[in-house]
């Protein structure tokens, strides 16, 4: 079955720094992926998708790139704030008659001053 | 704007005992889902409704029981708490449609402990 898999947290930067959070990706057919960010007594919100191989999706200065023969979809930002500070979770839209989306276990980040 | 709304925020039972939390979405989505936060586990699904008048059982539907009243409201019972339900529980939607291109849109949570 579909499934999802990122980097284990927490990642702690210094304010400024380049963001990388890698997620990789196990699916039948052509998913949708997805990087959603939940701050501290919220729920998900969307950051960015990527509906094909190739397509790069970006928000508030985040970007990822939807690789297919790496099977990743790596969210990175080239400098944090700390209000950057949340978690992040790698997610797959695959086919199955609904909206099904396959989140990973999330990433949390914490950007210090 | 309110997006999907959740009742209540925060609630305590005790174990045996059963309640429902609440779920409205404003934005004319068809499909609604309800998930369970674990810590270490992300979010898994409990059960979902691809559009008014069905739900279907999701990853973890035990000890669970839903309604899809309206196509606004989805709501999820538990019928006899236990321990291991507690948990924070999100509700989402999503649409028009059902393609997987169609983001889910989420409310902030019910925070549910259970003694």
């Known amino acids: 079955g579909d499934s999802v898999t990122q980097m284990e947290g927490p990642v702690t930067l210094s304010e400024e720094a380049f963001l990388t959070i890698n997620c990789t990706y196990t699916?039948?057919?052509?998913?949708?992926l997805f990087w959603y960010v939940q701050y501290p007594g919220e729920g998900l919100q969307l950051l960015l998708k990527?509906?094909?191989?190739?397509d790069k999706g970006s928000n508030k200065g985040f970007e990822a790139t939807y690789r297919k023969e790496t099977t990743s979809f790596h969210l990175e930002k080239g400098s944090v704030q700390v209000s950057d500070s949340a978690v992040y979770f790698c997610?797959?839209?695959?086919?199955?008659?609904?909206?099904?989306?396959?989140f990973g276990t999330g990433t949390k980040l914490q950007v210090i001053p | 704007n309110a997006g999907v709304t959740q009742t209540p925020k925060f609630q305590v039972l005790k174990t045996g005992q059963s309640m429902t939390l609440q779920c409205a979405q404003d934005?004319?989505?068809?499909?609604m889902y309800w998930y369970r936060q674990d810590p270490g586990m992300g979010l898994r699904l409990i059960y979902y409704?691809?559009?008014?008048?069905?739900?279907d059982k999701g990853e973890v539907p035990n000890g669970y029981n839903v309604s899809r009243l309206n196509k606004r409201e989805f709501s999820l019972r538990l019928e006899s708490a236990a321990p291991s339900q507690t948990s924070v529980y999100f509700c989402?939607?999503?649409?028009?449609?059902?393609?997987?291109?169609?983001?889910?849109?989420f409310g902030d949570g019910t925070r549910l402990s259970i003694l």
């Open positions: 989402a939607s999503s649409g028009p449609g059902t393609g997987r291109n169609q983001p889910q849109h």
């Open positions: 699916a039948t057919g052509y998913p949708s």
């Open positions: 990527a509906t094909k191989a190739d």
């Open positions: 997610a797959l839209g695959g086919d199955g008659g609904y909206q099904k989306v396959t």
């Open positions: 934005m004319n989505h068809n499909s």
């Open positions: 409704s691809a559009s008014e008048g069905t739900t």
